[in-house]
Each structure stands twice: as C-alpha cells, then as structure tokens.
C-alpha cells in the first residue's frame, strides 16, 4: 500500500457556556453547553484535519492557524478545514475518516445523523464513519466536563 498514508488526529475541549452553539462536524446541536476554544471550538473537525495532515504529512492545524494569531479568534472550523482540504488537492484524495467522539454530556447519539451527513457534505467523502462513545462516568481525557474526538485518515496518493 505505497500509494496510501493513514494519520491520527485527536483534539480536547472544556465545556463554557460562553459561546452561544454547540458545533460538532460542522453541525449545530442544540444545548446549553459549547466548548471552550480559540475557533468555534469543533473538536471533530479539528481532529479530522490533524488526521489529514498526518497522513499528508503537514504537520498539525496549530502550525497554520496559531492560538495566539488574532486572525485564529473565533474562526470557523469549516474555513480551517477548507484550507487542509487545498493543501492536499491535487496530490491526495480522501479514502477512508474514521472518528470516535467521546463525551459524558450532551447525549450526542440522535444527532449522528446530522453530524455524519455535515462531514460528508463538508468533506466530500461517501466513506465516513462516525461512532458517539460515553466515558461511563469516568474521568477518562479530560474530566467530565470536556469533550474529545479521535479521528483517522486513510488518503491515497494521487
């Protein structure tokens, strides 16, 4: 499989009840809850993107949207994704996402859905699996009061 790069890409966020939207793959869901970050705080596209980057061999997202860059401040996710999407056009088209988001709270299960159909509109990729996982009460990456997402990339050389 030489023509094929997998990459892993993980991200972590606290909960705030700052910011008025919870945005997972690009999809709003309805709670109380956001997550605390320096964009709109979408840990599942982020870590799609880390995944991307890794298989692609670009280092990771904080390299071109720095946390300290004004012009990262509230960014959308989608723009960021964009931009990993054109850096790997022409040399590599995605095969293969695999994500896991994990999180006690909200119950994310009946938005699957949406989240899944997002990605794919997003990203353009048929082949995309999305799997909601609780942390069972325990106080597994992060605390209770955290959400995280794994994501992996399979892409195939141009």
Do not use: W
């Amino acid at each position: 499989m030489k023509d094929h790069s997998i990459g892993l890409g993980f991200d972590v966020h606290k909960f705030s009840r700052k910011k008025k939207s919870l945005i997972l793959g690009g999809a709003k869901i309805p709670s109380s809850l956001s997550l605390d970050a320096v964009s709109d705080g979408d840990l599942v596209l982020h870590a799609i993107c880390d995944a991307i980057c890794g298989a692609a061999n670009l280092g990771d997202i904080g390299d071109y949207f720095s946390p300290q860059s004004k012009a990262s401040q509230n960014i959308d996710s989608k723009q960021i994704t964009r931009f990993i999407l054109k850096k790997i056009s022409g040399r590599y088209r995605i095969k293969n996402i695999d994500i896991i988001i994990i999180s006690q709270r909200p119950r994310l299960v009946s938005h699957k859905k949406a989240i899944t159909d997002s990605l794919k509109k997003i990203l353009a990729v048929s082949n995309l699996n999305v799997k909601i996982k609780s942390k069972e009460g325990l106080d597994i990456l992060g605390t209770k009061d955290s959400m995280s997402c794994l994501a992996i990339a399979l892409l195939r050389k141009k």
